[in-house]
């Protein structure tokens, strides 16, 4: 192996960027040429590729987004679109690749790793949600700015007796918003995989209220619905006065946390350990604080699950 390629894709995560410093200069320090791919998968179809050295990727280790962006491409799930990536590389003489984003991307790398091009995924992704890994790179920033917003939200709540509704991202996955529930003390979490009914977080607020409470959180991941309709139902049933936030993009951005950097630090290096090998179709994750590597079908295969101790925790704390 003399060449390979690196690129991010699919929804952006804090921290991409720093599974990108250690994939480039851990290749450089193996001897081996590694090349940026721009835009994703579009980028690859496109030929959007260079030559990265020691010092493209300096300074970037503390910032959030990607510098090699991301993109997503209808194409590329295309067989034709997939081969016209496969010419590309072939054409550069790139000899592998590694495929830092979410579980949509994996299935991509899974393709090219059909097709004869070995890849290596590397989870990329704030909302936690790829089985094979305790965590992914950008969970634990997007938690902390969630934290955060939510701290913030609970000082000002302290002035007025209300009830707020706090929309967090994650449409399938609801680790988001259970981490941040626990975090912050929220009343309820509404999540996807488990939600309590509404008539359970009514009677909840309900006697919280009767106890003399001042103001109540609730946290709701967006794909159980929208915050604002919850907001108003809230108030129609408890008539409590209710504010909703919908924090939306901030979660996706800000410099990554020192967890988020150390983790993209390794698992990018073990991607490039993996590819040396020869192996490809290979997903890269941190179990028991231990990197380890899975077969990315079989990870594809493997529905992602949330930590039912971990929910009924909260419910626990939250009487
Ligand atoms: P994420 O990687 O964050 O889950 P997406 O699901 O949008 O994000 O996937 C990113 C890109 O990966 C898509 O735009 C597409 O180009 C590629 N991709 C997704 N699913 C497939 C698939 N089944 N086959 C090939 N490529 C895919």
Redesign the pocket.
């Known amino acids: 192996m003399k060449k390979i390629g690196v690129l991010t894709?699919?929804?952006?995560?804090p921290g991409m960027n720093a599974a990108v410093r250690a994939v480039v200069r851990k290749a450089i320090y193996h001897e081996l040429e590694v090349y940026g791919v721009y835009n994703?998968?579009?980028g690859l179809m496109e030929g959007n590729i260079k030559r990265m050295e020691l010092g493209s990727v300096g300074d970037i280790i503390q910032r959030g987004g990607t510098i090699l962006y991301?993109?997503?491409?209808?194409?590329?799930?295309?067989d034709e679109?997939?081969q016209r990536a496969v010419e590309q590389m072939r054409k550069i003489g790139l000899e592998g690749l590694i495929?830092i984003?979410?579980?949509?991307?994996?299935?991509?790398?899974?393709?090219l790793t059909q097709k004869g091009f070995p890849c290596i995924g590397v989870p990329?992704?704030i909302?936690n949600d790829i089985p094979g890994t305790d965590y992914t790179i950008g969970f634990d920033t997007a938690l902390n700015t969630i934290v955060d917003a939510v701290d913030k939200i609970r000082d000002t709540a302290t002035s007025h007796e209300r009830t707020y509704v706090i929309e967090v991202m994650g449409r399938n996955a609801g680790d988001l918003a259970l981490w941040a529930g626990l975090a912050n003390g929220a009343e309820s979490i509404m999540i996807p995989e488990e939600t309590e009914t509404f008539e359970s977080v009514v009677a909840k607020l309900k006697r919280g209220q009767d106890r003399g409470k001042k103001h109540s959180i609730i946290i709701l991941a967006e794909g159980v619905g929208s915050a604002v309709d919850y907001g108003k139902r809230v108030e129609q049933e408890t008539s409590m006065e209710t504010r909703v936030t919908v924090l939306g993009h901030i979660q996706r951005g800000g410099s990554p946390s020192a967890y988020d950097r150390v983790l993209a630090s390794r698992l990018g290096a073990k991607a490039v350990d993996i590819l040396l090998t020869g192996a490809g179709g290979r997903m890269v994750g941190i179990q028991n604080n231990l990197v380890v590597d899975h077969d990315i079908s079989e990870v594809l295969k493997e529905k992602h699950t949330i930590n039912m101790n971990m929910y009924k925790l909260s419910n626990q704390l939250s009487i």
């Open positions: 894709s699919g929804g952006d995560a994703g998968y579009e991301s993109a997503r491409s209808e194409e590329f799930k295309t679109g997939q495929v984003g979410g579980d949509g991307s994996f299935r991509g790398a899974e393709k990329g992704t909302d």
